[in-house]
């Protein structure tokens, strides 16, 4: 048997392979349109009823799009909810402590990858336990904590809690990602006479940078929507973040569902933005940090 009847054979019994995975590879593709389909109806039912007038709301179909576009349920909403000062209280406290909470989850995910201490397994054993805690039941100690404090309704009083619960879970993620990059690096920096700090922020930071950018995503995204927290540490309306200000709005204008599926729309919006800004890390980033250490 020739070189080229042998390869003929062989790609004959490729194509018959891929025949044969076609039904499967067609019902995964369906299964998949079907259920980014089943996701994406609830927002695309909120941005059109956002988008509709209130006889347009009861005389047409939830999923029609609107035939005339009422901008001014977001105008109306905007300032009926008084959403100004809560986008501006969720801005305040995500921009801190996202950013804050990285950076010290960073440098402890070095440290325990990095620097040789007789307890680092100690340490880090009781970072990854600090993820198994459900912050529900942490409410009540948290909130005497805080007060004890006089932290209640300040940004500092959030900010602190939030950097707590979100550190361990980096600290895990990161941790693994450190670990599989080669010991040579940073001993060879050390013996040209480096510090610590200057080998994670000349080499450890930059190679990083796709797992932060996932962690980014999502420590943004939980912290723009959390509201148990937030709900018991902030007591004055005036310190609400947008989720509290969206319950309250909901409880005010129930019954005005244009402006209420605005208020969602403005909610979420950000937090869309930014993971539209970096999803192009995120299954890199995560999959990055998930290395054996």
Known sequence: MTAIQTETIAHADTQASSAKRDPVLIALWITLV?????????????????????????GTGAFMPPTELAIDNYSGAWSRGNFANSFLNSVIITVIKV???????????YALAKIRL??????????????????????????????????????PGVILPYIAFGVPYQVFILHGFFKGIPKELSEAALIDGATHFTIFR???????????????????VSTWNEFAMALVLLQDQHMWTLP????????????NYGQLNAAIVM???????????????????LTSGAVKG
């Not at 609830?42 to 347009?56: D, G």
């Open 34 to 58: 079907l259920v980014a389909l089943i996701w994406v109806a609830p927002f695309v039912f909120i941005v059109f009823t956002s988008l509709k007038t209130p006889a347009a709301i009861t």
């Open 99 to 109: 950013p804050l909470g990285l950076m010290l989850s960073a440098m402890a995910a």
């Open 118 to 155: 007789r307890i680092s397994k100690l340490l880090l054993l009781l970072v990854v336990f600090g993820t198994m805690i459900p912050f529900q039941v942490m409410l009540a100690p948290l909130f005497t904590l805080v007060n004890s404090f006089g932290l209640i309704d300040t940004y």
């Open 202 to 220: 000349r080499i450890f930071l930059p190679v990083c940078l796709p797992v932060l950018a996932a962690l980014l995503i999502l420590d943004f």
């Open 244 to 255: 509290l200000g969206l319950m309250s709005f909901q409880g005010q204008f129930s019954s």
């Open 267 to 285: 909610t979420v919006l950000p937090a869309t933005i930014v993971y539209l800004m970096f999803q192009r890390y995120f299954v890199s980033g």
